[in-house]
């Protein structure tokens, strides 16, 4: 099963930004939506950002207008652009390939940790 590679992760202050990162190998990735999770200390995995193979992205209203996922698809790799940053933020976060009803078709990475705080 493919698995994907996060990075970007790291510690900033509330308000700040990151920008994060996830490798797709093999040729699968233009095939499918692509999403971002964040698991919160305490808290299930969550999917907070897709976009489709399109480009047609969605985000939970927790972080809309927060934040920006794009994809490029030349070189398989999806990213994700976080700003006005909250410690509610905080959490590992993972990258997946999703199906129609958005449920992951690729095995979970390592995910990158994230911290916002003062």
């Known amino acids: 099963q493919v698995q994907l590679v996060e990075s970007g992760g790291g510690s900033v202050p509330p308000g700040g930004s990151l920008r994060l990162s996830c490798e797709v190998p093999?040729?699968?990735?233009?095939?499918?939506?692509a999403g971002w999770y964040r698991e919160s200390p305490g808290s299930a995995r969550e999917l907070i950002a897709t976009?489709?193979?399109?480009?047609?992205?969605r985000g939970a209203e927790s972080v809309r207008g927060r934040i920006a996922i794009s994809r490029d698809n030349a070189k398989n790799m999806l990213f994700l652009q976080m700003s006005d940053m909250k410690p509610e933020d905080s959490g590992t976060y993972y990258c997946?390939?999703?199906?129609?009803?958005?449920?992951?078709?690729?095995?979970w990475g390592q995910g990158t940790q994230v911290v916002v705080s003062s």
């Open positions: 093999g040729s699968i990735f233009n095939i499918y939506t």
């Open positions: 976009i489709s193979r399109d480009g047609e992205a």
């Open positions: 997946a390939l999703v199906d129609g009803q958005g449920f992951p078709v690729t095995a």
